[in-house]
T-cell receptor, first 113, second 113 residues
Framework: AQTVTQSQPEMSVQEAETVTLSCTYD???????LFWYKQPPSRQMILVIR??????QNATENRFSVNFQKAAKSFSLKISDSQLGDAAMYFC??????????FGKGTKLTVNP | DTGVSQNPRHKITKRGQNVTFRCDPI?????LYWYRQTLGQGPEFLTY????????KSRLLSDRFSAERPKGSFSTLEIQRTEQGDSAMYLC???????????FGPGTRLLVL
């Protein structure tokens, strides 16, 4: 079975600072994908960043980057130069062996001005 | 390009009533997914379609739940004899093909009194 664990229910960061959200996962699949999705308050879920497990290079998307440690089954998200609009619930997500997405419980990020 | 749309956005019903939700995927996306998100949790997979074929169903999808995608375009999710435990946000997502990013709609929030 696939599982995703986010050990930080809440995090906060000062505007313009950097924050890292943690995620660990478990899977028996050799080929899988990992994602971070963002869900702002009362707004829809949007993709932040995607990582293919077969790629060694960490994915980056503007101010967002990941630290993918395959052997440790760790997939953390770093947000640089945090902005007020980054405030949201962040979900670490896994997909492998099936088309369904498996979500963690989420980390609520607060950005302080 | 319009995103995934869901209707209604909110539904309040009494226990025992039937409800139906609709999802319109992004045009030409042949894959459509349903998820359920309860308060404070990450979304959980319910079912998915490739065109009009329902290819996978979660154990969460009890006999009271049925989903259809009759012409391979929009999909409906019906809950019969609603229970208070069905109160949740029902999310729809679509993707153009296997292993591609899933794009989410705004969700339908159901409250069963």
């Amino acid at each position: 079975a696939q599982t995703v664990t986010q050990s930080q229910p809440e995090m906060s960061v000062q505007e313009a600072e950097t924050v890292t959200l943690s995620c660990t996962y478990d899977t028996s699949e050799s080929d899988y994908y990992l994602f971070w999705y963002k869900q702002p308050p009362s707004r829809q879920m949007i993709l932040v960043i995607r990582q293919e497990a077969y790629k060694q290079q960490n994915a980056t998307e503007n101010r967002f980057s990941v630290n993918f440690q395959k052997a440790a089954k760790s997939f953390s998200l770093k947000i640089s130069d945090s902005q007020l609009g980054d405030a949201a619930m962040y979900f670490c997500v896994q997909q492998g062996g099936s088309e369904k997405l498996v979500f963690g419980k989420g980390t609520k990020l607060t950005v302080n001005p | 390009d319009t995103g995934v749309s869901q209707n209604p956005r909110h539904k309040i019903t009494k226990r025992g009533q039937n409800v139906t939700f609709r999802c319109d995927p992004i045009s030409e996306h042949n894959r459509l997914y349903w998820y359920r998100q309860t308060l404070g949790q990450g979304p959980e997979f319910l079912t998915y379609f490739q065109n009009e074929a329902q290819l996978e169903k979660s154990r969460l999808l009890s006999d009271r739940f049925s989903a259809e995608r009759p012409k391979g375009s929009f999909s409906t999710l019906e809950i019969q004899r609603t229970e208070q435990g069905d109160s949740a946000m029902y999310l729809c997502a679509s993707s153009p093909r296997q292993e591609e990013t899933q794009y989410f709609g705004p969700g339908t929030r159901l409250l069963v009194l």
